[in-house]
Nanobody, 126 residues
Framework: QVQLVESGGGLVQPGGSLRLSCAAS????????IGWFRQAPGKGREGVAT????????IYPHSVRGRFSISRDNAKNTAWLQMNSLKPEDTAVYFC???????????????????WGQGTQVTVDS
């Protein structure tokens, strides 16, 4: 069956870094755009990074641009989210998701995504 499994979350001090991983199985990973989303308590789900299936196009919202970086390896069915210069407001549960997109080839809107992982907690606190 389809699975997306996130790992790499944890507690980090402000200014620190974390690298989240998303291991996929049960579908044609190379044909799907991958997105990373986060949800803080009492807030909606926010897209923080997305990468297209084939040409590697990426999109970031202003809130994380220059600090977060998404990547993928289709041969390993894995995607990553490198998070640097973390701030307390980055605290949330982080999810990876997969979407079969054509145009646009990447999206930050959660409604475009079909498959979701269970999430991993990221806490930024001193």
């Amino acid at each position: 069956q389809v699975q997306l499994v996130e790992s790499g979350g944890g507690l980090v001090q402000p200014g620190g870094s974390l690298r989240l991983s998303c291991a996929a199985s049960g579908f044609a990973f190379e044909e799907y755009a991958i997105g990373w989303f986060r949800q803080a308590p009492g807030k909606g789900r926010e897209g923080v990074a997305t990468i297209s299936s084939k040409d590697g196009s990426v999109i970031y919202p202003h809130s994380v641009r220059g600090r977060f970086s998404i990547s993928r390896d289709n041969a390993k069915n894995t995607a990553w989210l490198q998070m640097n210069s973390l701030k307390p407001e980055d605290t949330a549960v982080y999810f990876c998701a997969a979407a079969r997109l054509i145009l646009p080839s990447a999206s930050l809107w959660h409604g475009d995504y079909t498959y979701w992982g269970q999430g991993t907690q990221v806490t930024v606190d001193s």
